[in-house]
């Protein structure tokens, strides 16, 4: 058995996905608990606080989505929502709550615990393309941004972000005036490549939510700019400073 490298909550009302789960990730190095509905898992969130969080979006007293918007009412823990195939909308609907990724059921294990390993080594190893050295304070416009601490103020008041949120500002920030695809942010963000819409789509959530909470009118953008048919990218001046 490896190491341990962080606490995850596996959400899911089928025995049978959880003990899969259970095992092979406790295998790998990951310290894992389980929870066979909603209420369960918002129980077991608040008295174990995982790193992690996969879930089910289909369960009995407290479907998947339900647990996601209360989650986020009170954390950034990151979240891997699991759902039915052929659900394009459940997909959507999931990431506008606030899930930081997906994986569509019936689901490869092999491939969950590398898009696992993805998302929990950025927040653990703060890892990101050209990161300000000597953990610098990022200034961009009235945001402050804190790659040491994943923290992100505007006008003095910080604002919760996710993991994915935070990664996905502080790339743009860290190259403003370059233009990314969506194709090139997912596989920034996310470590793969896809040309189905829906994954696609998945950044353009992403942007967002992130723009809702970062502009100040997020109508009209003028930090996370869309260049049209291009991507997106952030068009401000950034100073970083040392402290």
Same mark, same amino acid.
């Given at each position: 058995?490896?190491?341990?490298?962080?606490?995850?909550?596996?959400? !899911?009302?089928?025995?049978? /996905?959880?003990?899969?789960?259970?095992?092979?990730?406790?295998?790998?190095?990951?310290?894992?608990?389980?929870?066979?509905?909603?209420?369960?898992?918002?129980?077991?969130?608040? $008295? $174990?606080?995982?790193?992690?969080?996969?879930?089910?979006?289909?369960?009995?007293?407290?479907?998947?989505?339900?647990?996601?918007?209360?989650?986020?009412?009170?954390? !950034?823990?990151? /979240?891997?929502?699991?759902? &039915?195939?052929?659900?394009?909308?459940?997909?959507?609907? %999931?990431?506008?709550?606030?899930?930081?990724?997906?994986?569509?059921?019936?689901?490869?294990?092999?491939?969950?615990? &590398?898009?696992?390993?993805?998302?929990?080594?950025?927040?653990?190893?703060?890892?990101?393309?050209?990161?300000?050295?000597?953990?610098?304070?990022?200034?961009?416009?009235?945001?402050?941004?804190?790659?040491?601490?994943? $923290?992100?103020?505007?006008?003095?008041?910080?604002?919760?972000?996710?993991?994915?949120?935070?990664?996905?500002? +502080?790339?743009?920030?860290?190259?403003? %005036?370059?233009?990314?695809?969506?194709?090139?942010?997912?596989?920034?963000?996310? %470590?793969?490549?896809? +040309?189905?819409?829906?994954?696609?789509?998945?950044?353009?959530?992403? /942007?967002?939510?992130?723009?809702?909470?970062?502009?100040?009118?997020?109508?009209?953008? +003028?930090? /996370?700019?869309?260049?049209?048919?291009?991507?997106?990218?952030?068009?401000?001046?950034?100073?970083?400073?040392?402290?």
């Amino acid at each position: 058995m490896e190491s341990h490298k962080g606490k995850i909550l596996v959400v !899911d009302d089928e025995p049978g /996905i959880r003990r899969i789960l259970e095992t092979r990730l406790s295998i790998i190095g990951y310290d894992v608990i389980t929870a066979r509905d909603g209420k369960e898992a918002l129980s077991a969130f608040r $008295q $174990q606080t995982p790193d992690l969080i996969v879930l089910d979006v289909m369960m009995p007293k407290l479907d998947g989505f339900g647990v996601c918007q209360e989650l986020r009412k009170e954390s !950034d823990v990151l /979240i891997i929502m699991l759902t &039915a195939l052929a659900d394009v909308a459940d997909r959507i609907t %999931g990431l506008k709550l606030g899930a930081d990724d997906y994986m569509a059921k019936p689901f490869s294990p092999k491939e969950l615990e &590398a898009r696992i390993a993805r998302l929990m080594g950025r927040r653990f190893h703060k890892t990101i393309i050209n990161a300000i050295p000597n953990s610098g304070i990022i200034h961009a416009g009235n945001l402050k941004i804190d790659t040491t601490k994943r $923290q992100v103020h505007k006008n003095a008041q910080r604002i919760r972000l996710t993991g994915v949120e935070f990664s996905l500002l +502080e790339l743009l920030v860290n190259h403003a %005036g370059k233009v990314f695809s969506r194709l090139e942010i997912l596989q920034q963000l996310w %470590g793969y490549v896809s +040309e189905h819409h829906i994954d696609t789509r998945m950044v353009d959530v992403h /942007i967002s939510r992130l723009r809702t909470k970062v502009e100040d009118d997020p109508n009209n953008p +003028e930090l /996370i700019i869309t260049a049209r048919g291009s991507g997106y990218f952030f068009p401000g001046i950034v100073e970083s400073e040392q402290e």
